[in-house]
């Protein structure tokens, strides 16, 4: 597609619940991103592939949050045993190849988790 | 580490000049970054820097960067109502880009 998309757009679940969240990358990026918003908050780096593999899995909150990339195309981040502090605005980027530095970043629209 | 520092809020008048200033502490950073988000969206790249650059001007935007100072500015002429967002100023100096807060811009009509 022509650009960055996420799905689902909104999701609501139970506290304890497991969620998946999908990220389309613009086609041929090699990298790809996620972060996080919280509300007022700035973004929250959580991990970043190159190709398939994730050399920065630094900014991933605990050991609930988990990504992985297929075909070094679409990711999917999952969440396990969801808390309310989960809530929050997921967002997914990519960009052409992030080996060399400082290749801009196109973002999707975004997910919106709410745990209830 | 790495950080980005910039002011929450900022309202200005329609018609007048937006200055939205950054601080960055990576003395590296080679590309420096402002994003868009408009309510209920993604991020949108409005412009960027390179780290031997001054000034860069794009229609109603000019970016000034003082990398002595580590510090950069996003400056929006004549802004109008369709401002109103919350703008990211970013850096990178390798596979990380780091965001600010983002400095919420209220334009009043």
Known sequence: GAGVSQSPSNKVTEKGKDVELRCDPISGHTALY???????????????????????????????????????????????????????????????????????????PGTRLTVL | GEDVEQSLFLSVREGDSSVINCTYTDSSSTYLYWYKQEPGAGLQLLTYIFSNMDMKQDQRLTVLLNKKDKHLSLRIADTQTGDSAIYFCAETGGFKTIFGAGTRLFVKA
Not at chain 1, 69 to 98: F, K, M, N, P
């Open chain 1, 34 to 108: 996620w972060y996080r918003q919280s509300l007022g908050q700035g973004l929250e780096f959580l991990i970043y592939f190159q190709g398939n593999s994730a050399p920065d899995k630094s900014g991933l909150p605990s050991d609930r949050f988990s990504a992985e990339r297929t075909g070094g195309s679409v990711s999917t981040l999952t969440i396990q045993r969801t808390q309310q502090e989960d809530s929050a605005v997921y967002l997914c980027a990519s960009s052409l190849d992030s080996s060399g530095g400082g290749d801009t970043q196109y973002f999707g």
